[in-house]
C-alpha cells in the first residue's frame, strides 16, 4: 500500500505512462534451476545445465588428518569440462557401493570399525558411532562451512555424509546405519557450518531431516517420486509434514539413471506430475541433459522440463511517470507473475539502470525488492528510476545480479531485449 501511494505522489502531477511487457518463451539458461549435470571428462551436454554436480569422499578432502585438499578438489572437479563457469551442487560421502571406501585411511588406522557389505556392489559401512570418527567427522564439516558457506558459486549443498552414497539409509542393512543421535548431531554440525546455504536431504521419511528450513532430493525421479506406495518421495514428504519446505528450500534430485527415453517419452505425464506436485528446481546428476535426443519429441520434453523446473518469472505491466526530470525522484511499479513451480532461494539483489545508447549503464539505482517471496503467482513491486543523468534518451532496464559474477544473469519470460544481462523495459526520455 504505501509503495502503491509513493508511486501515485511520484506520477500524480503529470500523469502515468503504462507500458504492456510481452510474454515470451521461459528462458533455458537461468541460474539454480534447470539441469545440475555431471560435467567430467567423457561427459557431453546436449541441452544447457546451469549447474554442475560434483562429488567427493572424505578421503579424498582430508588424505592425512587435519590436512584438507578443497583447493586441488575444486581444481579437479570444479573447473574442469563443461562445470567450468556453473554454480555447483554437492555432496561429501564416505560409503559408495563399488568403490573403494571413502573413509579416511588414517581413520581406519585408528580403529574405526568397518564392516563388509555385499549389496550394490558392495563395500565397507564404517561405524558411525566410533567417537573418533565422529569428532573428526564434525571438524569436517566445521572445515567445509568455513570454505563454502560464503562461497556465492555454491548453490546448494546435499546432507550426505552418512549411508550408501551418501543418502542416508544403508538398505537392506538397517544395523549399519547411524543412530538417529548421530544423525542429528551431523544435520545439526551442517546448520551450523552453512547458515547461508540451503541444505537439502535424501530421505523426508528421517526424524533428523524433518526440519523447517530443509530441503530435499529424490534421486529417482519420477519412478520412486509418485503415490500411492507411502515410501515413496512425496507421500513421505506429506507423512513427515515437509511437502510445503519447497517455499524456503529447494527440491531436486536425479532422474532415474539411464531412464531419460523413458521419463521423457511415454512417462512424459508422470515426469510432469512429479515435477508440479513435488515442486522440483532442478534434476541430476544423471539427467536429459547428457543424452543425445533421439527425435524432436525428446529435444521438445527435455527443454520443457528446464522451462518447469523451479521458477521462471515473466513480467507483464510497467508503470511509470510519463515524464521524467534530471534529478528528480521518479518510481516505477511493476506487475509480473512467477509461473514456475518453486521460488528462487536466495536474496540476490535487483537494479534499475539506464542505459545510453551504445548500452552503457549511466545510471543504476537499487531496488528494495525480496525476489525470494515471488512464489508461484502474480507479484508486483515498486522500484526507483535513476535520474541523475544529462538529459536525453535513454533505456530502462532491470536486473537481477548475481552475487558471484555481479553482473544480472536471471531472464524473463518475456520477449524483451538484453543488454549486457539486464532486460529491457522500454525508452525514456529525461528532460531537464
Request: proline share 8%.
Amino acid at each position: 500500500m504505501i509503495s502503491a501511494i509513493l508511486l501515485a505522489i511520484l506520477t500524480g502531477a503529470q500523469g502515468a505512462r503504462t507500458v504492456d511487457l510481452p510474454a515470451g518463451p521461459g528462458p533455458l539458461e537461468n541460474p539454480l534451476k534447470g539441469y545440475a549435470s555431471y560435467s567430467g571428462a567423457g561427459v557431453t551436454h546436449y541441452f544447457p545445465a546451469s549447474m554442475a554436480y560434483v562429488d567427493a569422499s572424505w578421503r579424498e578432502l582430508e588424505p592425512r588428518e587435519g590436512e584438507y585438499q578443497f583447493a586441488a578438489w575444486e581444481q579437479k572437479k570444479w573447473d574442469e569440462n563443461l562445470a567450468k563457469g556453473k554454480h555447483i551442487v554437492f555432496r561429501v560421502w564416505m560409503d559408495y557401493p563399488g568403490q573403494a571406501t571413502g573413509v579416511p585411511q588414517w581413520l581406519i588406522d585408528q580403529g574405526v570399525k568397518m564392516t563388509p557389505y555385499t549389496d550394490f556392489g558392495g563395500g565397507k559401512s564404517p561405524d558411525y558411532e566410533n567417537p573418533k570418527l565422529k569428532t573428526a567427522l564434525l571438524r569436517l564439516i566445521k572445515r567445509l562451512g568455513e570454505r563454502y558457506d560464503s562461497n556465492p558459486r555454491v548453490a546448494f549443498v546435499q546432507v550426505g555424509l552418512l549411508g550408501h552414497w551418501g543418502e542416508f539409509h544403508t538398505y537392506p542393512r538397517a544395523e549399519l546405519f547411524a543412530s538417529e543421535a548421530t544423525q542429528k548431531q551431523v544435520v545439526s554440525a551442517l546448520q551450523t557450518a552453512f547458515p547461508h546455504k540451503k541444505l537439502m536431504g535424501r530421505n523426508p521419511s528421517y526424524p533428523s531431516l524433518q526440519l523447517p528450513g530443509m530441503g530435499f532430493h529424490d534421486d529417482m525421479i519420477p519412478e520412486d517420486t509418485l503415490p500411492p506406495e507411502d515410501w515413496k518421495f512425496l507421500p513421505a514428504l506429506r507423512a513427515g509434514h515437509m511437502d510445503g519446505n519447497w517455499q524456503v528450500a529447494p527440491t531436486g534430485g536425479e532422474m532415474v539413471p539411464g531412464a531419460a527415453a523413458k521419463w521423457l517419452g511415454d512417462g512424459w505425464s508422470d515426469t510432469q506430475r512429479a515435477v508440479r506436485d513435488a515442486h522440483f528446481s532442478w534434476i541430476g546428476p544423471y539427467c536429459p541433459a547428457m543424452v543425445a535426443p533421439r527425435d524432436d519429441s525428446f529435444r521438445h520434453h527435455a527443454e520443457e522440463l528446464i522451462r518447469m523446473l523451479g521458477y521462471e518469472f515473466r513480467l507483464a505491466k510497467l508503470t511509470l511517470p510519463a515524464a521524467l526530470q534530471a534529478g528528480k525522484p521518479a518510481s516505477a511499479s511493476i506487475e509480473g507473475v512467477n509461473q514456475g513451480v518453486a521460488p528462487f532461494y536466495y536474496p540476490w539483489s535487483m537494479e534499475t539502470v539506464l542505459l545510453d545508447e551504445k548500452g552503457s549503464v549511466v545510471a543504476r539505482a537499487p531496488a528494495t525488492v525480496d525476489i525470494r517471496k515471488w512464489q508461484p503467482g502474480a507479484f508486483r513491486f515498486t522500484t526507483s528510476i535513476p535520474t541523475q543523468v544529462t538529459p536525453g534518451q535513454y533505456r530502462l532496464a532491470l536486473g537481477i545480479l548475481d552475487p558471484w559474477t555481479g553482473k544480472p544473469s536471471i531472464a524473463f519470460a518475456n520477449r524483451l531485449d538484453r543488454s549486457g544481462g539486464y532486460v529491457v523495459l522500454c525508452q525514456v526520455g529525461v528532460a531537464k
